[in-house]
């Protein structure tokens, strides 16, 4: 190798075998013949004139131009450019020193698909002059289509904080001002080290920043690409990220400053520090080689746990949800207030488009709402009903898996349920829906009443009811593939509830006993999925039975109290509380044919 760079040479320099393009570099000196430009060192050039000695002499090669006029280095060209300029790079540029920009100052960098290599001393305040570029508040800076990097032996350095005369460069760009790079490569993997302290290739202090095109920032491993690190009372720096094109290869830090990624790729971990305040960082796109922290999200984003094809992680727009809680009107939700919602009304609701792509495993209750042509088709992948607790659905629907569970008294129950239901159901139970009422004046004078109720095989949807069991039990109902209907059959006076109401005098609900229907007081609930009886629909009782305090249940061809297998005479007389006469008595008469056919005489 032949290094010059002062000197006097009087003689020819040659070369023989062995010798390879860059084995000699000359940087300056005088010669006594003209240097070949093969023997230059980068970035300079041969001067092909004499000197006023009468020697040939060599010169920086120009890297840039603002218009006509040239520059041998960067710097020359930031320190003479005007407001609204642009700076062309020609050439690249070979063992740069750094360069601080005052502000004040708004120009353009187009680097032109050149490269500059910082080798020399940094810039920077006193005692840390180690950055490739100061760029100082209140300037508006643009660098695109280039690369900024430092050469190898660069790497090799190291230097102290507070020295009076660091050594090498250990930040590519200490940025305070508003910067706009566009499809810039900044490398720093040869950054050089403070002793063991993580070095950043990137440091906004301060400004508006953009990252777009196909920039790039590369740390060295373990070291930072960038961070948004707020300094002193300077305006907080924002960070934006939101061209595809952008890859971040590095770790990324919040320190005070704002953090706003929408796209590109990060390959690194994202962190915080001293400074950063929930909501700094907001990220709503892009991928990542690390899952998204939830803290991190957006307004209306949440991480996607699953790596995509990619094998990136990545985030999707938060699922809004209508939700039905304890209200027909509904709330948007994000899913975890669902959750958190659901914990208290048991029966909370959820209806989403199936188009926004919820992952409904493992959530209950969430509808979700397939268009099918200028339609709708509705289904539930897990659909729980908890009983006694509110419930209500806008739409019907099917769900695709499903329970209801109820414990039940022995002898009458009320029952309104929103899905179709079979004997099996109930095990064996009874179902009888309502007939008809007679009402008298019992023995001492108090208004009594008989309800008859029609045996039936099944029920439909939402239809109220009452359902005869033998002891105390529990259903345990499989709804799966079960059509859930949201509406309730008021058609008759018995009547029923989704909800808990207070529907206070007037009703009549089942007995605790489940022996017969007792009147309700003014503070009566009906609780949800139970039926009542309305004294006043459509007229089914009139005023003669304002008074009535219990009815006596006839259900198909038994009264409550009677016993089937009484029946030993062609017809038998008995009384509202199943008590054998020995003939018509004043008042109501139960009269048992043995064809099985009733009558009531009054």
């Known amino acids: 190798k032949l290094n010059i760079s002062a000197g006097t040479v009087n003689g020819t320099i040659f070369t023989d075998t062995g010798y390879k393009a860059g084995d000699i570099a000359i940087s300056g000196g005088s010669f006594s013949n003209p240097v070949a430009a093969e023997y230059c060192a980068k970035g300079f050039q041969p001067v092909t004139e004499k000197n006023k000695q009468g020697k040939y002499t060599v010169?920086?090669?120009p890297v840039a131009q603002i218009g006509t006029t040239k520059y041998t280095s960067l710097a020359d060209a930031i320190a003479a450019v005007q407001n609204g300029e642009t700076i062309t790079m020609i050439a690249n540029e070979y063992n740069a020193d750094g360069i601080s920009v005052p502000s004040g100052k708004n120009f353009t960098v187009d680097f032109n698909s050149h490269t500059y290599t910082l080798g020399g001393d940094g810039a920077g305040s006193t005692n840390t002059k180690t950055s490739g570029f100061q760029l100082l508040k209140d300037s508006k800076i643009t660098f695109k289509n280039?690369?900024?990097?430092?050469d190898e032996e660069n790497k090799n350095r190291t230097w102290t904080t507070g020295s009076s005369d660091p050594k090498g460069i250990a930040m590519l760009i200490q940025n305070y001002a508003d910067l706009t790079l566009d499809s810039m490569t900044?490398?720093?993997?040869?950054?050089?080290?403070?002793?063991?302290?993580?070095?950043?290739?990137?440091?906004?202090?301060?400004?508006?920043?953009?990252y777009t095109g196909t920039t790039s920032i590369t740390a060295a491993e373990g070291d930072k690409a960038f961070d948004?690190?707020?300094?002193?009372?300077?305006?907080?720096?924002t960070v934006t990220i939101d061209d595809a094109k952008v890859t971040i290869n590095g770790n990324i830090e919040a320190t005070g400053g704002k953090l706003n990624i929408s796209a590109g790729t990060v390959n690194g971990t994202i962190s915080?520090?001293?400074g950063y305040t929930q909501g700094d960082i907001a990220i709503s796109g892009g991928s990542f080689s690390e899952e998204v922290n939830a803290e991190y999200c957006a307004t209306g984003f949440q991480p996607v746990t699953q790596k995509d094809a990619q094998g990136k992680y990545t985030v999707k727009k938060e699922v809004v949800l209508k939700v039905y809680a304890n209200s027909t009107v509904a709330e948007e939700m994000n899913i975890s207030a669902f959750l958190v919602a659901k914990q208290t009304y048991h029966n909370a609701m959820a209806v989403v488009s199936a188009k926004d792509s919820v992952d409904v495993k493992g959530l209950?209750?969430?509808?979700?709402?397939?268009?099918?042509?200028?339609?709708?088709?509705?289904?539930?992948?897990?659909?729980?009903?908890?009983?006694?607790?509110?419930?209500y659905s806008p739409v019907d629907f099917r769900a695709v898996k499903g329970a209801y569970k109820r414990t039940n008294t022995g002898?009458?129950?009320?029952?309104?349920?929103?899905?179709?239901?079979?004997?099996?159901?109930?095990?064996?139970g009874v179902f009888g829906t309502f007939h008809s009422t007679s009402i008298s004046s019992a023995i001492g004078g108090e208004a009594t009443g008989v309800a008859y109720f029609l045996e039936v095989n099944e029920i439909k949807a939402g239809t109220p009811c009452l359902v005869k069991c033998e002891s105390n039990e529990d259903w345990e109902i499989d709804l799966a593939g079960r059509y859930i209907v949201s509406a309730i059959d008021q058609s008759s006076a018995i009547q029923g509830s989704y909800m808990q109401n207070t529907i206070g005098t007037g009703f009549f609900k089942v007995s605790s006993d489940g022996a017969g229907l007792v009147a309700t007081d003014s503070g009566s609930d009906v609780w949800p999925f139970r039926s009542y009886l309305n004294l006043s629909y459509n007229g089914t009782i009139g005023k003669e039975g304002s008074d009535v305090q219990s009815f006596n249940i006839i259900f198909n061809d038994e009264v409550t109290g009677i016993s089937t297998t009484s029946v030993q005479n062609e017809n038998q007389t008995f009384d509202l509380n199943g008590r054998m006469q020995n003939s018509l008595q004043k008042g109501v008469n139960v009269v048992r044919a043995q064809n099985g056919y009733k009558k009531i005489l009054k």
């Open 59 to 61: 010169e920086k090669s």
């Open 228 to 237: 948004a690190c707020k300094y002193d009372t300077y305006p907080v720096p």
């Open 364 to 391: 209950d209750n969430v509808i979700l709402d397939y268009e099918v042509g200028k339609g709708h088709y509705y289904e539930c992948e897990n659909f729980v009903l908890t009983d006694n607790k509110y419930w």
């Open 411 to 428: 002898g009458m129950n009320s029952v309104c349920l929103p899905f179709d239901m079979t004997q099996t159901d109930v095990n064996g």
């Open 186 to 210: 900044i490398d720093g993997t040869n950054v050089a080290r403070n002793g063991a302290a993580t070095r950043y290739v990137l440091s906004n202090n301060s400004g508006e920043v953009h």
């Open 146 to 150: 280039g690369t900024i990097n430092c």
């Open 272 to 274: 915080t520090a001293t």
